[in-house]
Structures are given as structure tokens and as C-alpha cells.
């Protein structure tokens, strides 16, 4: 069809058509490999992550690895000096508070004694009550106003370690914590069993010496 109507139409204007018939398929190739080209880097792409993921997952592990060897060389010292160690859960969700005593009493070589307490008055109360070495508190509890006043209301009430236990990434209460002495802070969803107990370790042998 397109040569009878160039056979119909004058010399110039012809090859003008032609012109114009030649560049739209040197646009039309120019595509082709432009969308070649695309899916080479879509494909360079996709093994870049996966060999990135790779080194991550490696390092993760890595991680995971020297934080187990840690907490085992912790473990023995710890167990000489502490003949029971006496931990508050604070966690109004009972199935996350029975996780975590489970992890605990299951993974640690100690002889541990777990309380639980739901909301910030019972834990003062137990906290009176009771000699604790360590605390891990959540911070969103339901008589708390928010979790900065859940922070607030313990400043300068608690003497022992706490370990923070919370689904609140937020940076400003990160740095709320530790401006109040809270060094250990753990997100609920990024934590492992073994940075878990390993972070315990840590806080139960940070109490062992400030009573020494």
C-alpha cells in the first residue's frame, strides 16, 4: 500500500516519504535495542541483589555467630557469681511475654527466676517487692500515657539494667533511653533468640558488677 501511494504522489515529496520511512525504522531498531538493553541491566540488576543478599545474609550470620560466642563466654562467669538470676518481664501482651520467658528459661545456661508484670504499676509494685537484677520492658503499656512517659515514670526509680523490648523504631526515643540511662534497646521484630539472651548476659553482668 505504501508504494502505490508513493507512485501517486510527485518525486520530491517521495522521497521525502522515503526519508521519513527510513528514519522510522531506524528509530523503530534504535527501541529494539534500547529495550534489550534494558532487560541486559534489569537481569544485572537482579544478580547484583542476590549476590548482594548473599553477602548480607553472610554477614548477618557472621554477626549472629560472634554474638553466640560472646554470650557463651559470658555465660560461666556470669553463672559463678549469680547463683539465681531474677528477671521482670514487663508486656501487657501475655503471648510475647511468655514467648520471651520461654526463649530465655529454654536457650540460658542460668538458673532463672522470670516474673511478669502487665502494665508500669505492677512493676513498681514487683520492683518494691522484689530483688531484680534485670528488667525488659516493653514501652507501650496500657496505663502509660505514651512510651516517652512510660521512660519518665521509671527515671531515677529503677537502679538495675533494663533492657528496652519494643516495636517503636523511632529514632528520638532511641536517644530519650539513652539520655535517661537505657542502653539496651531491642526491636520486637529485628531481635533473635540469641541477641536476645546475649543482650541479657550482658545487662545481668553489668548488675553482677555494680553490686558487687
Known sequence: MFTKILDAISPGTKSKLEELERASQIVQALNQETERICED??????????????????????????????????????NNNLSTARILVVEDDKFIADTVIQQIAEKSQLNIKLDHARNLADMLRLVKENKYNCIILDLKLPDSQDRFETINKITGIINIPVI????????????????????????????????????????????????V
Open 41 to 78: 541491566v534489569l537481569i544485572s540488576l537482579r544478580e547484583a541483589r542476590k549476590t548482594s543478599n548473599i553477602f548480607e545474609a553472610a554477614a548477618k550470620q557472621k554477626i549472629l555467630d560472634q554474638a553466640q560466642k560472646r554470650g557463651s563466654r559470658l555465660l560461666p562467669k556470669i
Open 164 to 211: 528496652v523490648l519494643t516495636g517503636d523504631d523511632s529514632i528520638a526515643l532511641q536517644i530519650h533511653a539513652l539520655e535517661n540511662h537505657i542502653k539496651y534497646y531491642l526491636l520486637k521484630n529485628n531481635t533473635s533468640h540469641n541477641l536476645l539472651l546475649l543482650t541479657v548476659c550482658q545487662a545481668l553482668e553489668e548488675s553482677r558488677i555494680k553490686h
